[in-house]
């Protein structure tokens, strides 16, 4: 991976979706994109690298990922988000990156220019999370200070455990933005939602 970006992008599609009833990475948005490439997608323009983390048996040689991502078949996935998350993070761990932002392959709404902002103000000791009408959504970035903690979950809980013990160095940021909090459960959640529109790059400059 390339040493010289700011933030990494780590997004995690490895959770079974069983109220969804199917594979919903597959779900075809109103555009005919499946939910899985709308999210990289979206998320290719803002990062210059993005790893995906998938369950161990997974094939997804039939959808089309972005150059610039690598994938991660973990067996830990099947001991839930906790521990997909912890699998991802080490993979990373010679990464020079100050930050890595975790992300959810069922948010495809979240809008690039998001993601930009929150690029530009990451640091490696410093937890940042937008924020629209004070609700918290995704994605989270974690500077490189807190990425051994993310090493150490396991289980379902994700990261809002490490995130209550270190308050001092969490912060959010307000956004006009209601995507950082749509995410797709069962397949009604896709009723009338339009699809995403295609982004453009959104990269911010490296400093």
């Known amino acids: 991976m390339n040493s010289e970006a700011k933030v990494v992008g780590?997004?995690?599609?490895?959770?079974?979706?069983?109220r969804f009833g199917a594979d919903k990475r597959r779900a075809r948005l109103a555009d005919g994109?499946?939910?899985?490439?709308?999210?990289l997608e979206n998320a290719a323009a803002v990062f210059?690298?993005?790893?995906l983390v998938l369950r161990d048996d997974d094939r997804i040689d039939d959808l089309r990922l972005p150059p610039q991502v690598r994938v991660l078949h973990t067996p830990l996935a099947e001991r839930g988000l906790g521990a997909s998350l912890a699998a991802g993070v080490a993979a990373l761990a010679t990464h020079s990156a100050e930050a890595l932002a975790v992300l959810l392959g069922d948010m495809p709404w979240v809008r690039p220019e998001t993601c930009a902002r929150l690029i530009a103000e990451a640091d490696?000791?410093?937890i940042l999370q937008p924020c629209h009408d004070d609700r918290p959504g995704h994605p989270v970035l974690f500077g490189r200070a807190f990425w051994p903690a993310l090493c150490e979950l396991d289980g379902d809980e994700g990261a809002r455990g490490l995130i209550r013990c270190h308050a001092d160095h969490y912060r959010s940021v307000q956004v006009e933005d209601s995507g950082i909090l749509l995410d797709v459960d069962r397949p009604t959640d896709l009723d009338g939602r339009?699809?995403?529109?295609?982004?453009?790059i959104h990269?911010?400059?490296r400093s």
Do not use: F
């Open 203 to 205: 990269r911010p400059a």
């Open 48 to 51: 210059d690298e993005l790893l």
């Open 33 to 39: 994109r499946t939910l899985l490439e709308a999210s």
């Open 124 to 126: 490696a000791a410093r």
């Open 194 to 200: 339009p699809a995403p529109a295609a982004p453009s």
């Open 10 to 18: 780590l997004m995690l599609a490895a959770g079974r979706a069983s």
